[in-house]
């Protein structure tokens, strides 16, 4: 007799942990889907975690669908795992056992070139998971998921301490998912090194297809960016199953991205994501995963992918079961570094708007901006300023951790002021981001700004709520006649005269302005973002300083000649200025 095997699932995400709630709209995801429905980790670790809230018949079809209730997470194991039906071959590499068949429904194909008697499919997928393994464990540090050796002899568990995956025919347009199954921590795992205490770990196994038909990637790429995106799942309900989805989701898509970078499969997220900044960062269903470009833009400026890895250390250091911790787990492991979740969220917005990977862009910049399948964020409102008018731009409809966008035209300076109209002026940042006609950027952070458009290409402005605590961000903007000379109507850190002599052959100069002591770092940057020559990095105090570049990088040498960019830092300002050696 032919067993089929179901899951049950949300067709629209939630994050109320109501599981009763979104039952009332599962679709079985092994028939037909019409509507695209990305991934199925997210709707069995719901499952997992808040299937006992259901009602007793709820409870009876999910039984009859092979998950059991009989522990404290709801999953489809057992004496036998529901996956298991129907497989009867094994192959072991490295830290995984695959489990599949050669006949019948879930057959592999049978092609076996180096006539080892094991499938080239199975083979390539050793290969693959072998590959991320490398990647997660051995070089960018994250802890093994938690093993299942501590199960008792009567329950399932692969039939070895490898984690387990099962090749099977699943529905159309899934590419696998990962089965969340038992509370983990202080089990006996051997798989942890002791460095992370958790608090709600969980053990799991994985699911992938027998065949990537009618994918829209080749059947390797299609593996890869799978392997990735579920094998790192395993790895975070090691850390902390309880997690926010989003998090778990939008950092699941960036790391397809951080293994398999030429592969690009997240791009599909991009275009309805950028035409909803307003949405929230964590918003429920497909803008997690276009919320990657969060974890990108943290990636590329404030920390590498450690600041990935490290976000995950630090969500098992609050209960995400009584509350969610994940955005203080971003701002912990920003913190580190003295960075926060706020300014991670404001430059990723304003990077979003500026969308290019020039140097020039500097912390602004995506390595991969002119690739993208966007221009940047939709435009919330466009104002053709006349001078002698005033005028407001509302909004009712930002989100919590959203950005709105708006853009400015005017020859004449103007003056913009943020009011908030709902709650605390600190749940709000306006932002100015000034394109000069030489392709430099000027981006200011303040309620007020006068902005003067000589040497302006374009004037943006991005709106962020980047507060957690109120429930509302509306807002107002009011544009008015400015004064000339670009700046915040509060003290900014400091001005610049552009450099001279600009192109230069013996030595270029930089005048310098410091409003207020602070730290400043001055650096030449190559045109591939590279650090030439740091020229200062220290305390200025109030007032004029005077730099200079001899046209020589750090140790000396000569360098070719070229266009360069002078970039100044201060602790709430960046600029940079072209500069143009001549040999």
């Not at 599949?100 to 998971?129: P, Q, R």
């Not at 997220?269 to 943290?298: Q, R, V």
């Not at 001899?550 to 360069?564: T, W």
């Amino acid at each position: 007799m032919k067993v089929i095997i179901s899951i049950i699932l949300f067709s629209s995400f939630t994050s109320s942990q109501n599981p009763q709630q979104s039952i009332e709209t599962f679709i079985d995801p092994f028939s037909e889907v019409k509507s695209f429905r990305p991934h199925l980790t997210p709707h069995l670790l719901e499952i997992a975690k808040n299937g006992q809230n259901l009602t007793q018949d709820r409870k009876t079809q999910l039984e009859a669908l092979g998950f059991n209730f009989n522990r404290p997470l709801i999953s489809r194991g057992g004496a036998k795992r529901s996956e298991s039906d129907g497989l009867n071959k094994i192959y072991d590499s490295g830290m995984f056992r695959f489990h599949y068949t050669n006949s019948g429904f879930h057959s592999v194909n049978m092609t076996d070139i180096n006539g080892n008697n094991i499938s080239d499919y199975i083979e390539s997928l050793a290969k693959i998971f072998n590959e991320v393994s490398t990647a997660l464990h051995d070089q960018m540090g994250y802890l093994k998921p938690p093993g299942d050796g501590y199960y008792e002899s009567t329950r399932d568990k692969g039939g070895s301490a490898h984690y387990d995956v099962y090749v099977r025919n699943l529905s159309p347009r899934y590419y696998g998912y990962v089965q969340p199954e038992e509370y983990a921590q202080g089990k006996g795992d051997n798989e942890r090194s002791g460095s992370v205490l958790e608090v709600n770990a969980f053990t799991s196994y994985m699911a992938i297809r027998n065949n990537y038909q009618n994918f829209p990637l080749d059947e390797a790429d299609n593996i890869k960016v799978t392997a990735a995106h579920e094998y790192f799942h395993a790895i975070q309900f090691g850390y902390d199953g309880w997690e926010k989805p989003w998090l778990l989701e939008a950092s699941a898509v960036w790391m397809e991205e951080e293994i398999y970078d030429y592969i690009n499969d997240c791009y599909q997220y991009m275009k309805k994501w950028f035409d909803y900044p307003h949405h929230s960062l964590d918003e429920a269903g497909y803008h997690w995963y276009g919320s990657f470009i969060f974890f990108e833009y943290l990636e590329q400026h404030m920390g590498g992918n450690t600041i990935i890895r490290q976000i995950m250390e630090k969500s098992v250091k609050s209960n995400s079961r009584k509350k969610d911790g994940s955005h203080l787990a971003i701002h912990d492991a920003l913190k580190q570094t003295g960075r926060s979740f706020q300014q991670a969220l404001n430059g990723m917005a304003v990077a979003n708007m500026v969308m290019s990977s020039l140097p020039s862009a500097g912390n602004f910049s995506y390595e991969e901006a002119e690739f993208y399948p966007v221009d940047g964020p939709a435009i919330f409102n466009v104002t053709n300023f006349q001078s002698g008018n005033r005028d407001t731009v509302e909004s009712t409809n930002l989100a919590r951790f959203g950005s709105q966008y708006v853009k400015i035209v005017s020859d004449k300076p103007v003056q913009v002021d943020l009011m908030s109209t709902s709650g605390s002026f600190s749940d709000l940042q306006l932002n100015a981001i000034l394109k000069r006609n030489d392709e430099s950027y000027l981006v200011i952070s303040s309620p007020s700004i006068n902005i003067d458009p000589t040497d302006l290409k374009s004037i943006h402005l991005s709106v962020v709520s980047q507060d957690s605590i109120g429930n509302n961000w509306d807002y107002k903007l009011i544009v008015k006649d400015g004064k000339p000379g670009t700046g915040s109507n509060v003290p900014k850190d400091f001005t610049l005269t552009n450099p001279y002599p600009n192109p230069f052959n013996g030595s270029v100069k930089l005048l310098i302005y410091i409003l207020k002591e602070s730290l400043v770092t001055v650096d030449v940057i190559d045109l591939s973002g590279r650090i030439v020559s740091r020229l200062h990095r220290g305390t200025l105090t109030s007032g004029n300083h005077q730099l200079s570049w001899n046209g020589k990088d750090e140790v000396g040498n000569g360098i070719a000649s070229g266009v360069y960019y002078i970039k100044v830092v201060g602790p709430s300002t960046q600029e940079w200025r072209p500069v143009t050696f001549v040999k």
